[in-house]
């Protein structure tokens, strides 16, 4: 199941350089996971400083 990116985020970009596949790009004021490129890994919500990144 791909992550996902709660409302908590604060756009500071800390996993879209984490992202080994490019799933990560700037959304409408934050961050988003694109769920078809997504592997699952969990290297994005490793870096998150809020913890907004789950799985979903």
Known sequence: ???VISD???ACGAC???CPVGAISM???KFE???DKCISC???AG???T???SEG
């Open 1 to 3: 199941m791909a992550f």
């Open 8 to 10: 908590a985020c604060v």
């Open 16 to 18: 879209e350089g984490q």
């Open 27 to 29: 959304g409408d004021g």
């Open 33 to 35: 996971i694109d769920a």
């Open 42 to 44: 969990g290297s994005c």
């Open 47 to 49: 870096v998150c400083p």
């Open 51 to 53: 913890g907004s990144i």
